[in-house]
């Protein structure tokens, strides 16, 4: 009885502050009202519900309005300078508005503004010490020059959010063992920023993988990749395989589409349906003929991505009007030298002006041009020696240039005196065809006289074949192989 009479009158001593704790009571409007314990845990009162339970949620209810208040606070700081806060309401925000204030200055000092955040306003979620500054340290050491730093932040501003360890090392160790050169590591990366959030296991090792099973040399993935990064993010199956069927299906080799991709994975790049599909439509309609296409594309795939019908008309206009070359052997002359769709007129007319200058009349020009389309890209300068050194020292009439104006094309000091000076040597008279359309152990063949061949005009494509070169009847088959090679690596050289 003394002991429950003991515990009675110290309960009647005490508050209800003296049980609240003391970070509730801060925000509690009520107390500085005395209640007794019996009064607060009435259970008719209807003036304090809220705090009927204190120690269970009195916490959630007033970290709650602390979050809604510093939310309205960090959101007009926001709005104040210009940036739009509706992205951010069901983004984890900082407690206070000075934490914001960082992050908005540190995006600021690497070169981003006002409307760049905006673009992106989630980045405002990344903490400046635990994403910004690791993930840009990192790039900063992978080869990005920091003044370049603010560039890639706005290109792909999602790399903030990603983990140095977990994501960002992984994709680098996989350019690596592409065998993209370190130094190139930020060059790549600047130039296809979004390669950072790609998953290992997917788009990227399936292109890699189809492009080695189709002929690509692995050794040149590397070098591939560092010129058209973005074929890392091409999905096999809706934008490779589909460019790949439809090229070999105009009669292009697989070796040769290999060796053409290495050099310029960019094709891979043109819309099959919006531009390459109706380019060579194009070239159909100005008279190419279809099994001329493979050799057209293998000789200048950029062909394959420019605004064709617009350069073939111009082109074909200036070539019928300065040249008198009709339609059809303009056909002929885009089959041989498909570049001259690119090449500017003024380069075309300086040699051109320079046979005509020649006594060459303009039909045997126009006849030149078309059998020999890589006239009209020559030096004017290289073609002069020529010239001179066909007319002193050999002494032929022009009849054999207009015949042959591939004379032009050969080199005068590697080639055409050499050869000029050993048939005059063993006192042999022949064609120019002869003389230079044959490599140096041919020539000493021919001049050694061990068989007779007819003359015959260069490698040519067949639809759905290989390529069939000529004489291949008096050819072993390594010959045969080597040249092919030969060929594979001139059609698609620099």
């Known amino acids: 009885m003394v002991t429950r009479r003991k515990l009675l009158n110290l309960l009647s001593t005490l508050k209800v502050s003296d049980l609240i704790p003391h970070h509730a009571n801060a925000f509690n409007p009520f107390s500085k009202t005395p209640k007794t314990l019996r009064v607060y845990y009435g259970t008719q009162s209807s003036k304090l519900p809220e705090y009927e339970m204190p120690s269970v949620t009195w916490g959630v209810i007033q970290g709650r309005k602390e979050k809604l208040v510093s939310r309205v ?12 806060p509706d992205e951010l309401h069901d983004l984890e925000l900082p407690s206070t508005v000075d934490v914001m204030r960082e992050r908005v200055e540190f995006l600021q000092k690497t070169g981003l503004t006002v409307d760049d955040i ?4 989630l980045i405002l979620g990344c903490s400046v010490r635990k994403n910004m500054i690791p ?3 990192y790039l900063e050491k992978i080869g990005i020059a920091r003044p370049k730093l603010g560039e890639f932040i706005k290109n792909y501003p999602q790399v903030l959010h990603a983990s140095v360890i977990v994501e960002l090392v992984p994709v680098v160790k996989f350019l690596r063992g592409l065998d993209v050169e370190k130094d190139d590591i930020g060059y790549v990366l600047q130039k296809y920023p979004e390669l950072l959030g790609f998953k290992l296991e997917g788009t990227m090792s399936t292109s890699v993988a189809y492009l080695v099973s189709i002929g690509v040399n692995p050794r040149d993935i590397g070098p591939m990749v560092t010129q058209y990064p973005y074929l890392l993010g ?23 589409l290999a060796r053409m991709l290495e050099k310029r994975a960019y094709i891979l790049g043109y819309d099959l349906e919006e531009t390459v599909k109706p380019n060579v439509e194009c070239l159909i309609s100005f008279g190419v003929q279809r099994e001329c296409l493979a050799s057209v594309i293998a000789q200048y795939p950029q062909i394959l991505g420019l605004p064709l019908k617009a350069k073939l008309s111009t082109q074909q206009y200036f070539f019928s009007l300065k040249l008198k070359v009709d339609p059809e052997g303009f056909a ?25 200058g020649r006594t060459i009349t303009v039909e045997d020009v126009a006849r030149m041009v078309i059998k020999c389309p890589q006239l009209v890209a020559l030096r004017v300068e290289l073609m002069k020696n020529s010239f001179y050194f066909f007319k002193s020292e050999m002494g032929r009439p022009l009849k054999e240039l207009v015949e042959f104006p591939e004379y032009f094309t050969y080199s005068l000091e590697s080639r055409i005196k050499p050869r000029y000076q050993r048939l005059q040597s063993k006192g042999i008279r022949c064609s120019l065809n002869w003389m230079l359309n044959c490599s140096d152990q041919r020539f000493e063949e021919r001049l050694q006289g061990h068989y007779i061949e007819t ?31 030969v060929l594979y690596r001139r059609t ?3």
């Open 73 to 84: 606070i960090i959101f007009d700081y926001l709005k104040g300078l210009g940036i739009i």
């Open 118 to 121: 905006n673009n992106y306003p």
């Open 135 to 137: 993930v840009l340290g």
């Open 234 to 256: 091409m999905r096999v199956g809706t934008v490779i395989k589909p460019m790949i069927d439809y090229l070999v299906g105009l009669g292009l080799p697989k070796k040769v």
């Open 332 to 356: 002929r002359v885009v089959e041989n030298m498909p570049q001259v769709v690119s090449l500017n007129q003024h380069v075309i007319m300086k040699p051109v002006e320079f046979l005509l």
């Open 455 to 485: 003359e015959s005009v260069g490698p040519r494509f067949c639809m759905g074949g290989k390529l069939e070169l000529p004489g291949n009847d008096i050819m072993s088959d390594e010959e045969a192989e080597s040249d092919d090679e």
């Open 492 to 494: 698609v050289s620099l």
